[in-house]
């Protein structure tokens, strides 16, 4: 018989991809294998976030001085990076709320790394 995901588990998965609100699930006791595997992803979504965010940062004040070009530049990586964790964010809640499991690829190999129990 298949383990039943409790619609706290559920809630909990969904919070995982909303940035920084990780932690919450994270420090919940007693996780299910469901509630973990979406933790591990949406733990490395937010370190991916804040890595981003500092290469944006390094961009905007090397690259980014540049007038019209760094101007341009530093506008469209700002907006790829906040649409592509947008769709990864938004994908993975409602995959959380609806009790689905999945793999984002190439990310959740690092995914598999993070040790939560």
Request: glycine share 6%; aromatic share 16%; charged share 15%.
């Amino acid at each position: 018989m298949e383990n039943e995901i409790t619609i706290r588990d559920r809630w909990l998965a969904a919070i995982c991809y909303l940035s920084a609100l990780v932690f919450i699930p994270m420090l919940a006791t007693g996780k299910s294998d469901f509630l973990a595997r979406h933790c591990r992803q949406g733990f490395t979504v937010f370190c991916l976030e804040v890595l981003s965010l500092f290469l944006l940062f390094i961009i905007e004040t090397t690259i980014g001085r540049i007038p019209v070009l760094g101007f341009l530049l530093n506008i469209l990586l700002m907006l790829a990076i906040f649409l592509f964790f947008l769709v990864i964010s938004a994908f993975g809640f409602s995959k959380g709320l609806f009790g689905e499991s999945w793999r984002i690829p190439y990310i959740d190999d690092w995914a598999d790394r993070v040790p939560i129990h």
